[in-house]
């Protein structure tokens, strides 16, 4: 029911920073204001690791490799979820996912990802 697009990924040099948008479509933003929000990314050979999470309450949660650089924020009007990169570093190279978890009466939900590259 719920889709799940990102966009703004692209090739940027350490040190940079970079903007990932998750933009919702197939629920309402009252719905949607409801929901857990998180940001995912796999490198390749890698498993996927939670990198972000935000609640409904806008609660906030990080991976320990990109607390105090990245920033996770929603706009529930917009039904849209930002990841903020800054301070980027070659290992943050993956391909960067939204998720919405399963609840129930809401199936989980995966964006199709956008591609991130930290290179000079």
């Known amino acids: 029911q719920v889709q799940l697009v990102e966009s703004g990924g692209g090739l940027v040099q350490p040190g940079g920073s970079l903007r990932l948008s998750c933009a919702a479509s197939g629920t309402s933003g009252s719905i949607f204001s409801l929901y857990t929000m998180n940001w995912y990314r796999q490198a390749p050979g890698n498993q996927r690791e939670l990198v972000a999470s935000i609640t409904g309450g806008g609660s906030t949660q990080y991976a320990d490799s990109v607390k105090g650089r990245f920033t996770i924020s929603r706009d529930n009007a917009k039904n849209t979820v930002y990841l903020q990169m800054n301070s980027l570093k070659p290992d943050d190279t993956a391909v960067y996912y939204c998720?919405?978890?399963?609840?129930?009466?809401?199936?989980?939900?995966w964006g199709q990802g956008t591609q991130v590259t930290v290179s000079s």
């Open positions: 998720n919405k978890p399963w609840t129930f009466g809401s199936r989980v939900a």
